[in-house]
């Protein structure tokens, strides 16, 4: 077998592969909750969050695909079973349980919040304990999919707290006399 030089020592490249393998675990998690939540979704909002689920787990869907090919890339090997991501994950799965539409977002933001976090600390470890400053990049550009993907749904869940103005709606409804 071939050693991989690529100025990393095998430990560096280790202990990246273990932080991307928590990542890639995290990720499979997230990604099933957001399909059975797109699956299960009821009431009004049924076809925005339908359709918003099903961006976001195509896009996590990808993320998951880069997080194993760095993984490669670096030499190792990605977890490649639900039971190994389930001891690695920091996620927890919500079996037997369907809560509202808002139970739902909630749930994920708290997801997709957790993995923000974990990423922030991966960023950090990568670059200055493993001085692997392409892996924190890496992580940098996943951690910010994620922070819009949080947006997202906080966005959501804040849209329905809304009263509406009604002196705004009756101020755009005016039009002006002589235009």
Known sequence: MNTINIGLTEEQRCGVMNLLNQ????????VVKTKKYHWDVVGPQFRTLHELWEEQYEEITENIDEIA????????YPSGTMAGFLKIATLKEHSGEIPTATGMVNQLVEDHEQIIRNLRNHVDRCSEEFHDQVSADFLTDLMEKHEEMAWMLRSFIEGQALEPNVKQQTEKTKVPVGV
Not at 23 to 30: F, G, N, T
Not at 69 to 76: A, N, P, Q, S, V
Request: no cysteine; proline share 0%; charged share 30%.
């Open 23 to 30: 990542d890639l675990a995290d990720s499979y998690v997230l």
């Open 69 to 76: 090919e760095r993984i490669r890339t670096l030499g190792g």
